[in-house]
């Protein structure tokens, strides 16, 4: 039972476009979502979060809007820069700190972002 | 600042030995997470920890165990390796309103 996916394996972008990665979760108990990117042979690292009290969060150019009534979730890269080429996954995480639950991400499996020069 | 510190690198087992990969974090974070990933699957949770002294299953707990004596380490203990444990295994730390830090990574292969 996958609880967070993401439906799109790849995604090629050209340099300077926006990139829209997509993500979908279905456990209402989710209210903090986060996305990693991830190059090969290193960690995750983490690029930006957003609490379901929100509906959108911005740094940089990344952005990341929530629909929560679709249980919907997508990160906005715009431009899109070669050095964004990565695997980037979608986690989700109760937001309560302190509960047992608290440390425990569930990831999505994963989209490869290729952007183009 | 380190963060989080995983050892070692690469190992190749051959199935039935056993081993531990360590992970140590220098960030005082409560909680801490093991992660395998797969081709195609994302990372799936293996064992989790809240605190010294407390353990939990994740997602895929079965052939491994794991402690947590120290807030600082939290190692993961391969009882008897198989092939299916063939893997790119990462530790997590999180603190509190804090997002999760992960380590380098441990690329496992059992033959």
């Known amino acids: 039972d996958q609880q967070v996916k993401q439906n799109s394996p790849s995604l090629s972008v050209q340099e300077g476009r926006i990139s829209i990665l997509n993500c979908d979760y279905t456990?209402?108990?989710?209210?903090?979502f986060l996305w990693y990117k991830k190059y090969p042979a290193e960690g995750p690292t983490f690029l930006i979060s957003i609490s379901s009290i929100k509906d959108k969060n911005e740094d940089g150019r990344f952005t990341v809007f929530l629909n929560k009534s679709a249980k919907h979730l997508s990160l906005h890269i715009v431009p899109s820069q070669p050095g964004d080429s990565a695997v980037y996954f979608c986690a989700a995480s109760p937001s309560n700190a302190g509960g047992t639950s608290y440390g425990k991400l569930t990831f999505g499996q994963g989209t490869i972002l290729t952007v183009h020069p | 600042n380190a963060g989080v510190t995983q050892t070692p690198k690469f190992q190749v087992l051959k199935t039935g030995q056993s081993m531990t990969l360590q992970c140590a974090q220098d960030m005082n974070h409560e909680y801490m997470s093991w992660y395998r990933q797969d081709p195609g699957m994302g990372l799936r949770l293996i064992h989790y920890s809240v605190g010294a002294g407390i353990t939990d299953q994740g997602e895929v707990p079965n052939g491994y165990n794991v402690s947590r004596s120290t807030t600082e380490d939290f190692p993961l203990r391969l009882l008897s390796a198989a092939p299916s444990q063939t893997s790119v295994y990462f530790c997590?730390?999180?603190?509190?309103?804090?997002?999760?830090?992960f380590g380098q990574g441990t690329r496992l292969t059992v033959v």
């Open positions: 997590a730390s999180r603190g509190m309103y804090t997002e999760a830090f």
């Open positions: 456990n209402s108990m989710f209210d903090y």
